[in-house]
């Protein structure tokens, strides 16, 4: 007789959105008609993500923490907050996707990925009307492996979630519709590299198996408290750190980073830029927290190192890029070092506030960096977009209000009081500080003011420079966006605006939820 | 104590997998050392499974199957592609990207 898994459908509601939305989709694929199958993906898509996104909130009200699906999974309030978190970004990025304004060709993405870069019959789809729609239910596929990514309660199924989140991204990086090569060359990276590093998560995995005889994060953790802690635990917890430290583009894990962000097309950089993001810290979040937070010191040391290379590297490399996307993916590998600064602010045993400073930042950073990746969507040249610094100069003179978007946008990665991202920091670093790290707070601060360089630099670029090419007339047009990224410019907006002003609830939001179970 | 011996050589053929990974040139044989790697996870937990008297590690090894199937097929799908462009697999080849 074997005994039936005990499953809470409703803690399990918002994956099951996502996951069934995500095999509509491969249906709608397989027997809708091709010429009016891309609204209807887009709408099983988003309906996926919104539902998924509103089932999280309904769990919010009289809430109770539990561990459901055979102890598999946690229902907490970081699995919930972070959950909603990567449910709206995604849908925010799944409407960029479906942007057909501003490509001649009415799509970022290749029409046929099988056909050969730059071949006959490739030269004539470039021009073809057709859409590729394969890319939502591979999208909605990576934001269910990220829902379960940050509630999965063991490390077999934090595995599995990792493999499914990074499969379908690998694949999207590499369907651009133009510069081809470059797609599919960041696609190669991207998989090579992440192959790589989930073997180390697995080995750690296999290692803390061997040390504990389980997987189960509460296990790990009663393990460690009994038989202290012996070399095989403390080296598969050095595995499968590096492993999660890949997936969130920490510094010296990071060389992927800028090749796949400058690679990928640019809606999918920005879902990359911030879902995997938040996935990755929360997984990194449990992970030190629920199985290792009596073992403090067995990570601190590690992650207090890579937090500070992180930020050096990520602020001074991104001080030499040239192109915007290059140096938005350096910022990301700058931020994931704030990010990290907040993970030290855990503290022992967790009592510091460093957990809901975090997730605060990772919505702040989630959506400021996806409404900059959506104003770069829109300046474009005759081969896509405009994405070299010398092709922004003067842009404020012939478009003002994408120069004054994207400044915000700017202004609140550097972090600028009254936007989002000074919020964060404060928090992340108040956090840090609170916990005995103020070294690791002054070189944060100090990299943030080495990272504000580059931002205002192109800010002063696109305000007080001449226009580029404009004696020839041949400078990047700005396009006019259609309804998805005007909605997406319009929410990111508002948010990091908002976030920076009022974020008092939003904070109190994230430190009621800021509670891990198990 | 016998058991030792299996973890060695796990340990080992994980080492050969990360060191092809780093110094292969042909992303085939690449991602073939990638596969090493998995495989030699999977002595590992069959190994504990035993050692530690639990069956969860063998169960584990399923999953990790599974799981490095579905990536041999979207990593083929990758390298197919890129191939056909460039009539060429090796990893220094792609190199549009950089600095």
């Known amino acids: 007789m074997i005994e039936a898994p005990d499953l809470s459908l409703a803690a399990l509601a918002p994956l099951l959105f996502v996951f069934g939305a995500a095999c509509i989709g491969v249906l709608v694929e397989a027997f809708w008609p091709r010429e009016s199958r891309h609204p209807v993906q887009v709408t099983v898509a988003l309906v996926g993500t919104l539902g998924a996104l509103v089932t999280t909130l309904l769990l919010t009200v009289d809430f109770e923490r539990e561990i459901t699906a055979a102890g598999a999974l946690a229902v907490d309030g970081p699995a919930l907050f972070l959950q909603a978190t990567i449910a709206g970004l995604g849908a925010l990025s799944l409407l960029l996707f479906a942007e057909r304004a501003l490509d001649p060709a009415r799509s970022a993405f290749v029409v046929s990925a099988a056909v050969p870069a730059g071949s006959p019959r490739d030269r004539e789809l470039l021009t073809v009307q057709r859409v590729q729609t394969e890319v939502y239910p591979l999208a909605t596929f990576a934001i269910g492996g990220m829902m379960l990514f940050v509630a999965a309660n063991d490390l077999l199924i934090m595995f599995v979630a990792l493999e499914v989140l990074s499969l379908p991204l690998y694949l999207i990086s590499g369907l651009a519709r133009r510069r081809r090569l470059l797609s599919q060359e960041a696609a190669v990276k991207y998989f090579l590299l992440g192959a790589f590093a989930s073997a180390f998560f697995l080995y750690g995995l296999a290692l803390v198996y061997g040390a504990t005889g389980s997987v189960r994060l509460g296990d790990i953790r009663s393990a460690s408290l009994a038989g202290g802690t012996d070399v095989l635990l403390v080296l598969g917890l050095a595995l499968l750190v590096v492993g999660l430290l890949f997936k969130a583009s920490v510094a010296p894990f990071h060389t992927w980073t800028p090749d796949v962000y400058q690679g990928a097309p640019t809606p999918v950089t920005a879902f990359m830029a911030a879902c995997t993001k938040v996935a990755a810290f929360g997984a990194i979040l449990r992970l030190l927290y629920v199985a290792f937070g009596t073992a403090e010191w067995t990570w601190r040391p590690l992650v207090y190192a890579v937090a500070i290379v992180s930020m050096v590297v990520g602020a001074v490399l991104g001080l030499t890029q040239t192109d915007l996307k290059r140096m938005l993916a350096y910022s990301s590998i700058a931020h994931a070092g704030f990010l990290l600064t907040g993970v030290i602010g855990l503290g022992a045993a967790g009592d510091g506030s460093g957990l809901a400073a975090t997730m605060f930042y990772l919505l702040t950073y989630g959506l400021t960096t996806l409404g900059a990746f959506a104003v770069l969507t829109l300046v474009r040249d005759g081969d896509g977009e405009a994405t070299h610094l010398s092709q922004w100069a003067g842009l404020a003179s012939r478009s003002p209000l994408v120069a004054a978007v994207m400044t915000l946008f700017l202004l609140a990665l550097a972090g600028i009081p009254l936007t989002a991202g000074f919020t964060g920091k404060f928090a992340v670093f108040r956090a840090a500080i609170e916990e005995g790290a103020w070294p690791l707070a002054l070189v944060a601060l100090l990299a943030s003011a080495v990272a504000a360089f580059f931002y205002l630099r192109v800010i002063v670029l696109m305000y007080f420079s001449p226009p580029a090419g404009a004696e020839r007339g041949q400078g990047p047009t700005v396009g006019v966006p259609g309804m998805p990224t005007t909605i997406v410019l319009a929410i990111t907006a508002t948010a990091t605006l908002a976030l920076g002003i009022v974020p008092g609830s939003v904070l109190d939001l994230a430190e009621r939820a800021a509670i891990f179970v198990g | ?99």
């Open chain 2, 1 to 99: 104590m016998t058991l030792t011996y299996y973890l060695v050589l796990a340990a080992i053929l994980f080492t050969i997998g990360a060191v092809g990974v780093l110094v292969r040139r042909n992303a085939i044989v690449v991602f073939m050392c990638v596969e090493l790697m998995l495989n030699s996870v999977n002595l590992t937990l069959v190994t504990f499974a035993r050692a530690t008297g639990t069956i969860d590690g063998q169960i584990m090894a399923f999953f990790v199957m599974v799981v490095a199937a579905a990536e041999v097929v979207v990593g083929l799908a990758i390298i197919m592609s890129i191939y056909r462009t460039r009539r060429s697999a090796s990893v220094d080849d792609a190199n549009l990207l950089k600095y």
